[in-house]
T-cell receptor
Framework: NAGVMQNPRHLVRRRGQEARLRCSPM?????VYWYRQLPEEGLKFMVY????????ESGMPKERFSAEFPKEGPSILRIQQVVRGDSAAYFC???????????FGPGTRLTVL | AQSVAQPEDQVNVAEGNPLTVKCTYS??????LFWYVQYPNRGLQFLLK??????LVKGSYGFEAEFNKSQTSFHLKKPSALVSDSALYFC???????????????FGQGTTLQVKP
């Protein structure tokens, strides 16, 4: 049973470009969470999605960031017009149900030049 | 507001000695508490969790944690540390279902554990 998959593992973008981060949850999991880890900091919650629905986006920046989890395919975290402050590790986690353990992917390390 | 505190940035222990990594929390309702470990340039690995029941929870790799409701603490422990336990450890909390709790985890800042041979 494959774990949570994220790609790409490393992503380099220039300021103003778009970044698209993908997350495939564990088999059978329909709940996906995105977290961001800034350098020298802990993980901060961004958004929680369940197939085709955004359940909680209280941690998402108001502008430039969006997330989706379509009926088919991976969850996507999209960052438009990236800035240097977006450089971070972005982790996806999935769970079987909202009260179950969240299992994390290896992360995508975004570097904005 | 929900929060987690890990008061020590780094814990140093000698191999074979017991280790404790501290965590205190603040959450509405009954807490769901978790410990994760992160190795360099890797994702988080689940170690153990407390939902309800016995206050002493046993997890992966010989780790255990003790839930103390009166002190709002959930310290991670291991009787005998290994050099390979050296990593970054995160405590996390979520509120019990309802009361506006959607399942998101609130993480502490992390504690680096250094085990010396």
């Amino acid at each position: 049973n494959a774990g949570v998959m994220q790609n790409p593992r490393h992503l380099v973008r220039r300021r103003g470009q778009e970044a698209r981060l993908r997350c495939s949850p564990m088999k059978g999991h329909s709940h996906v969470y995105w977290y961001r880890q800034l350098p020298e900091e802990g993980l901060k919650f961004m958004v929680y999605l369940q197939k085709e629905n955004i359940i909680d986006e209280s941690g998402m920046p108001k502008e430039r960031f969006s997330a989706e989890f379509p009926k088919e395919g991976p969850s996507i975290l999209r960052i438009q017009q990236v800035v240097r402050g977006d450089s971070a590790a972005y982790f996806c986690a999935s769970s079987l149900n909202p009260t179950d353990t969240q299992y994390f992917g290896p992360g995508t390390r975004l570097t904005v030049l | 507001a929900q929060s987690v505190a890990q008061p020590e940035d780094q814990v140093n222990v000698a191999e074979g000695n017991p280790l404790t990594v501290k965590c205190t929390y603040s959450v509405s309702g009954n807490p769901y508490l978790f410990w994760y470990v992160q190795y360099p340039n890797r994702g988080l690995q689940f170690l153990l969790k407390y939902i309800t029941g016995d206050n002493l929870v046993k997890g992966s790799y010989g780790f255990e944690a003790e839930f103390n409701k009166s002190q709002t603490s959930f310290h991670l422990k291991k009787p005998s540390a290994l050099v390979s336990d050296s990593a970054l450890y995160f405590c996390a909390v979520r509120g019990s279902p309802g009361s506006g709790n959607t399942g998101k985890l609130i993480f502490g800042q992390g504690t680096t554990l250094q085990v010396k041979p």
